[in-house]
């Protein structure tokens, strides 16, 4: 003969079901987390009761450093090549500048139209900007005016009128 539980539905055997359970008695406490046993709290409770606690200083740390500094230092100070990277010239900058006020566009129409951020067109315009092609490409289609190349300032020409 079975019961079922209808809150858990587990299946019980009535005679375990009708046994009288005793109380369960723990013997050992649960030992305490590594958290707990670093806490100052914890630390004096366990110099109270007079055990041993080793306490040593941790050098760098609660810092985001992987490895010695020394040595990332001293590979700097042998490094002399300068690296940067390239920004827009002075000569399209001046080049997107003056299409765009030729189209009578403020900076923010421009980043608009080509679907970028106005701070993008200020930073292309003031020769901050790191040069991205599919950027200038979006900037000559909505300026009407070649950034790259020979021709440079010159107005795009329509697709398929090629001499």
């Known amino acids: 003969m079975y019961k079922v539980d209808v809150t858990s539905a587990k299946v019980i055997n009535s005679t375990m079901a009708e046994a009288d359970w005793d109380t369960v008695t723990y013997l050992r406490k649960k030992p305490p987390t590594s958290k707990q046993a670093r806490s100052a709290q914890a630390v004096n409770a366990a110099m109270r009761r007079g055990d041993t606690v080793e306490t040593t200083k941790k050098f760098s740390a609660a810092q985001n450093k992987q490895h010695s500094a020394s040595k990332d230092t001293a590979k700097l100070d042998r490094e002399t090549e300068e690296l940067h990277h390239e920004k827009v010239s002075l000569d399209m900058s001046r080049i997107i500048q003056q299409a765009r006020q030729d189209k009578k566009m403020t900076q923010k129409d421009l980043a608009t139209k080509i679907n970028e951020k106005p701070q ?5 315009e003031s020769g901050k900007a790191i040069p991205n092609q599919q950027v200038i490409g979006k900037l000559e289609r ?16 329509p697709k398929g009128k090629k001499k």
């Open 120 to 124: 993008v067109v200020n930073d292309y």
């Open 142 to 157: 909505a300026l009407g005016v070649k950034l790259r190349g020979k021709d440079r300032g010159l107005p795009l020409q």
